[in-house]
């Protein structure tokens, strides 16, 4: 087993994921209006989030919920998932220009890194303790390789304008 989740192969890239989405945040957050870039860095954002979600899900959760130790944190994770993705959908659904727009950002930024710290500093630890070297050289190959089609076909989905929440 790992002595720590830096000697984790999988882990390591979900990490790099999450610094790439903080910066991504970052720069989001500065941003004005129906700007172009606005709307570059949400779609950016938007598959790069979704893409990351499937592929950790397929490639870590999806053993990590087989193990009794640390089933409980995986379910609460993949709880998470779906939570931020139907916050991007009502995002996507709201007018970009708006202050309610920077409003629902200003959520999910502050829902998502609370999910990525959480995982970074809680459950990586506790996942690593699981992970075995050809464990994680097969969730590595498998999270590489999921998440590139993922990212391929991943798309901003709005709700229906209508459906988005005031």
Do not use: C
Request: aromatic content about 4%; cysteine-free.
């Amino acid at each position: 087993m790992s002595s720590s989740d830096t000697d984790t192969k999988v882990l390591e890239r979900l990490r790099t994921d999450h610094d790439r989405q903080r910066e991504l945040l970052d720069r989001i957050a500065k941003t004005e209006g129906a700007s172009e870039e606005r709307r570059e860095l949400f779609t950016q954002l938007t598959k790069e989030l979704k893409s990351h979600a499937a592929a950790e899900e397929q490639a870590v959760y999806s053993e990590m919920l087989a193990e009794p130790d640390v089933s409980d944190e995986t379910r609460h994770s993949v709880a998470e998932h779906h939570e931020i993705d139907e916050m991007l959908n009502d995002l996507a659904a709201t007018d970009m220009g708006s202050s309610a727009w920077m409003q629902k950002f200003k959520q999910l930024d502050e829902r998502y890194r609370h999910h990525i710290n959480e995982e970074e500093e809680d459950h990586f630890p506790d996942f690593a303790d699981q992970i075995d070297k050809s464990m994680d050289k097969e969730m590595t190959a498998t999270f590489d390789e999921r998440k590139e089609k993922e990212k391929a076909a991943a798309e901003v989905t709005p709700e229906e304008k209508e459906d988005a929440k005031e």
